[in-house]
């Protein structure tokens, strides 16, 4: 998704557009996260996310710092933003087994 939101809007609340802003942005990774995976096994879905005034002014960010961005946005002033959320499957990383204790070792045996 590569979209360029109205901030403010002379007829609604800024408030209410935020919310109407972020809604749509859950419902998009929502609606992507539901896609089928390469193999789901040992695959999940991450997104790649920039935001910014406009296009060249934009940022890398992570997924989870987005609304967080969007409310630093409308208390700057903004009066639109660029937000560009990018779909991949990614490997799920390896987990390491956790080391045994020593005295559950010498019990065992």
Known sequence: MKKIFKLQDEKKHADRVLEAIK???????????KKKLPESASMYWDFDCRIGQDFPSSQVIKFE????VLDNAKESG????????????????????KPVPEELESKES
């Open 23 to 33: 809604h749509e942005i859950r419902k998009y990774a929502k609606r992507e996260s």
């Open 65 to 68: 710092e987005l609304t967080k």
């Open 78 to 97: 903004w009066t639109e933003c660029y937000v560009e959320i990018l779909a991949r499957a990614a490997n799920k990383p390896l987990k390491t087994p």
